[in-house]
C-alpha cells in the first residue's frame, strides 16, 4: 500500500506531475488532441459558475471563457496557476489549494473534474467536499481514463500486464493511484452522495499512446467519431454527469 503524503509532499509531487503539461512528449500531444475533442462534446453540459478541479492541458478553460467570459480554477500547482493567470488574466478566478483542504467562497453551477479523481488519494473524500461547492441544482462531469479501454485489453492478451486495472509506466509518470472501471467510478461518486444522470466514453485507444502519437489529426477525429457509435464499455475514457442526491 502507498504511504499517505503529507500536504507538502503532495504539493511537491504535483509540480512534479506539472512538467508532463508544461514539456509533454509526442504521446502527451496525442492526449491533448483527444482531450479537445472530448471538451468539445461535453461543453453543452457546462453553466453558470464553473469551476475546473485542476488546470491540466487547458483543454477546459479556453473552452469556458469562450463561452462564458469567466472560469474558476482549483490546483495546488502554481507552476500552472501562475501560465493560467497570465494567459487569461481576470477571466479566471485562481484558488491555490489542494481539492482536500479547497474550502471556496461561493458556490458553483457546474464543476469539471476531468482526469483528477485517478490521481487522489481519497477519491470518495474528495467527492464528498466538492458537493459543499456545488449549487444545489449544479452537477458535476467527473471524466478518468478507463480500465477496460480496448489498449488496456490487448496489454492483457499479449501478455504485458495480467489485468486491466494495473497501472503501467505512463500511469506512474502522470502520477495515477489507479485506473477505474465504470462500476467502480459509479461506486465512487455514489458512495460520495452523487446521482448519476448521465454516462458514456469517449476516444478508442487501441494501443498505446505512443504508438497512436504519429496518427494524423484526421485519423484522430475518425477515430473519435467511431467511438460515437461504439459502447461506452470499450472507451479509453469515460463520463458520468451528476447531481445531488436529494435527501
Not at 453553466?47 to 462564458?68: H, P, Q, Y
Not at 497570465?86 to 458556490?107: M, R, W
Amino acid at each position: 500500500m502507498n504511504q499517505k503524503l503529507s500536504n507538502t509532499e503532495e504539493i511537491e509531487s504535483l509540480e512534479k506531475i506539472a512538467l508532463q503539461y508544461t514539456e509533454p512528449d509526442k504521446g502527451r500531444d496525442m492526449d491533448k488532441k483527444t482531450l479537445e475533442m472530448t471538451a468539445e462534446k461535453v461543453m453543452k453540459w457546462i453553466n453558470g459558475e464553473v469551476l475546473e478541479m485542476g488546470v491540466g492541458d487547458d483543454a477546459w478553460t479556453s473552452r469556458i471563457v469562450a463561452k462564458l467570459g469567466h472560469t474558476n480554477i482549483v490546483d495546488a500547482s502554481k507552476t500552472l496557476l501562475d501560465i493560467t493567470k497570465n494567459k487569461y488574466g481576470n477571466a479566471v478566478t485562481i484558488y491555490d489549494s489542494l481539492f482536500e483542504t479547497f474550502v471556496p467562497d461561493k458556490k458553483f453551477d457546474t464543476i469539471v473534474a476531468s482526469f483528477v479523481l485517478e490521481h487522489v488519494e481519497d477519491p470518495v473524500a474528495v467527492l464528498k467536499n466538492s458537493i459543499d461547492w456545488l449549487a444545489d441544482d449544479g452537477r458535476i462531469i467527473a471524466i478518468v481514463p478507463h480500465a477496460n479501454s480496448l489498449h488496456r485489453r490487448v496489454a492483457v492478451i499479449m501478455g504485458l500486464c495480467e489485468k486491466t486495472s494495473d497501472l503501467g509506466p505512463t500511469d506512474a509518470r502522470m502520477g495515477h493511484r489507479r485506473v477505474y472501471d465504470i462500476s467502480g467510478f459509479e461506486n465512487d461518486l455514489q458512495a460520495a452522495g452523487y446521482e448519476i444522470e448521465y454516462k458514456r466514453g469517449f476516444f478508442l485507444k487501441m494501443v498505446p499512446q505512443s504508438m497512436m502519437a504519429n496518427l494524423s489529426t484526421e485519423v484522430i477525429e475518425g477515430i473519435m467519431a467511431l467511438s460515437d457509435e461504439m459502447p461506452m464499455e470499450y472507451a479509453s475514457s469515460i463520463m458520468l454527469v451528476c447531481k445531488k442526491l436529494k435527501k
